[in-house]
């Protein structure tokens, strides 16, 4: 099975707690297997091994209180 790599850009994250947030959140996304997420680069990669929606990815980084946009 393929995985899909699916990369935001993510603003307003300064430390560590910022990017546990966005990685509790995203987590809870239906399809999301494993999370990288960086608050140095605002970077975030959510893989799966099926189609993610990408508005509720969206939603749960603002759940988080941050903003991203696909990249």
């Given at each position: 099975?393929?995985?899909?790599?699916?990369?935001?850009?993510?603003?307003?994250?300064?430390?560590?707690h910022c990017e546990m947030s966005v990685r509790e959140e995203v987590g809870q996304v239906p399809g999301v297997e494993q999370i990288d997420v960086s608050a140095q680069t605002g970077r975030l990669v959510v893989t799966a091994s099926q189609p993610v929606d990408d508005a509720?990815?969206?939603?749960?980084?603002?759940?988080?209180?941050?903003?991203?946009?696909?990249?």
């Open positions: 099975m393929n995985q899909i790599d699916l990369e935001y850009q993510v603003t307003g994250m300064t430390c560590g509720a990815v969206l939603a749960a980084v603002d759940e988080a209180g941050y903003t991203a946009v696909r990249v």
